[in-house]
């Protein structure tokens, strides 16, 4: 939806609001007109039924909003008398349309002063749960967001069982596009298999019904820096086809929402205004070799020769001498392939049992079916580019040469009609031979460099695809039995070794829960 057609949606809330309350306002000694007047209205109901008026906040605020109508909803019954169970439920599944029966039909008073207090230790409880998710809801959408590592390609960075703490705020929180969701949950519903969001369950359907289903127009708050080169970056995978992190498929078969699209984490080694190479597996900046962080450790793939057989458990156990962490597979009968840093492969050559081991490196012309996918570009993992990093208010020259490097740019991220007829190229219907882009692109990589399905897979990444910025790692397992202790409370940026803060923040967790309790003790003795 628009703008437009958002604004035409609110009005006609307000106007449905106001016919259906008018009289209840009347009731409680205001005046009918304040009924309809969109934002007014609902202060004014915050007073009618005794509730802070901040909470007129939350009633325009994206998935909280749809925990507090139906709160509001029952408050306003309960404000008029209507207490039972039978009142709460017909409050809540009739959509607040129950105020209707409340402002026509039902011989309702005002109850000026009533009890706020739950009637019953199950309504304190429910009360205290549900005003406990709206506060983590804020949190989770506009300031700090939980992440889990699925994959090793950041590895020795971020670790496959890292849990982190993302900051929305650092880039500016965006604001949620899919209004109708589960509160905290991300695509599909733990434990149920079902979307999270409401969805087309038409394929054909779905590639346009994101513009018509109740979506929010693409809005971000200010932060207070900008993505710069290597930062490490949690965002929508673009190109997202996947039904699970398995399921990977560059071609578009599988549509969803932009902020309901697969998070993903990597590094950004590419800024707008940048031009990008991939040679042997670097990456190249304006022609220089990039220079990443200290804690940074690029992986490559290499190929081990085994002097002999040996079981599964023998050769983890050998390559973790050499801090090999990633899973071995076999290429032939005596020849394993890892994942390796060059420190690590080069001292793994001095293993006895080791006949060699050798980088695996694609030859620069050789096609790995890569973006964007056109026979003029023939790049691979290891050798990918040059390309152009497109920057907000930047123009290309366009022809039929590097048109497949910007269709999906200037067509599905930046919402125009890209067509060609013979050599011509048509952006809505108009001859074009130059696009000036409206947002900033970025190019993503892992750190595990041929274990990362990555930007060469699937190209830029548009800022509105940004989620925010990996700040804390809280907790760490190798596997679910493991802790990996040195890592718990430690900071993703920084230079040099970790440092683990969870003793610290032990100690003054501890040292507040006894000053809570000596606090309480104290108050208890007041008041006896």
Request: proline share 6%; with cysteine; hydrophobic share 40%.
């Amino acid at each position: 939806m628009t703008i437009t057609q958002w604004l035409l949606f609110i009005l006609i809330i307000q106007v449905i609001h106001g016919l259906a309350t008018w009289k209840l306002y009347i009731k409680a000694g205001r005046q009918a007109w304040e009924a309809f007047v969109p934002i007014y209205n609902a202060v004014v109901l915050m007073k009618i039924i005794n509730r802070p008026w901040w909470w007129t906040i939350l009633l325009f605020v994206p998935i909280v909003n749809l925990i507090m109508l139906p709160v509001v909803w029952v408050e306003t019954a309960r404000s008029f008398g209507k207490n039972q169970y039978l009142d709460t439920f017909l409050a809540i599944v009739s959509l607040g349309f129950y105020n209707f029966y409340l402002n026509y039909v039902a011989n309702v008073s005002y109850v000026e002063n009533r009890d706020l207090h739950p009637k019953s230790s199950s309504g304190d409880w429910v009360s205290s749960i549900l005003f406990a998710i709206v506060a983590a809801t804020i949190v989770h959408t506009y300031f700090i967001q939980p992440f889990t590592i699925p994959s090793s390609s950041l590895e020795k960075s971020l670790l496959v069982g890292d849990f982190l703490f993302v900051s929305k705020f650092h880039y500016g929180a965006r604001v949620p596009m899919t209004t109708v969701a589960t509160p905290m949950v991300h695509d599909t519903i733990p434990g149920l298999n079902v979307k999270s969001y409401l969805f087309n369950d038409n394929y054909e359907k779905r590639k346009t019904a994101w513009k018509n289903k109740l979506q929010l127009p693409y809005m971000r708050l200010p932060g207070f820096e900008s993505i710069e080169r290597n930062d490490i970056v949690v965002f929508n995978q673009p190109a997202d086809t996947l039904l699970n992190m398995n399921d990977f498929n560059p071609d578009r078969n599988y549509y969803k929402p932009i902020d309901k699209k697969t998070n993903l984490v990597k590094r950004c080694v590419g800024v707008p205004g940048d031009s990008l190479e991939v040679r042997d597996g670097y990456v190249y900046i304006n022609g220089k070799k990039n220079a990443l962080p200290d804690r940074a450790k690029l992986q490559f793939s290499y190929a081990i020769e085994l002097k002999g057989t040996y079981t599964g458990e023998q050769i983890m156990n050998a390559l973790q001498r050499y801090d090999i962490t990633d899973s071995p597979y076999q290429i032939g009968e005596s020849t394993i392939v890892v994942q390796a840093t060059v420190e690590a492969a080069e001292k793994a050559k001095n293993h006895p049992n080791f006949a060699s081991v050798t980088r695996r490196v694609t030859p620069k012309g050789e096609d790995g079916n890569l973006f964007p996918r056109a026979a003029q570009f023939p790049w691979n993992y290891d050798n990918f580019g040059p390309i152009y990093i497109p920057k907000e208010g930047e123009t290309v020259q366009l022809n039929m040469e590097v048109l497949p490097l910007y269709k999906r740019l200037i067509s599905e991220y930046e919402g125009n009609k890209v067509t060609t007829k013979g050599n011509q190229i048509l952006i809505n219907d108009t001859p074009a031979t130059s696009y000036t882009f409206k947002q900033n692109y970025y190019w993503m990589m892992g750190d595990n460099r041929d274990n990362s399905i990555d930007a060469r897979a699937w190209g830029y990444v548009p800022f509105d695809h940004v989620v925010g910025k990996p700040v804390f790692i809280w907790m760490s397992w190798d596997g679910l039995k493991n802790p990996r202790w040195d890592r718990w409370f430690t900071t993703v940026g920084g230079s040099g070794k970790r440092t683990s803060y969870l003793i610290p923040f032990l100690i003054l967790l501890g040292a507040w829960l006894v000053f809570n309790s000596w606090r309480k003790k104290k108050k208890a003795n007041k008041e006896s």
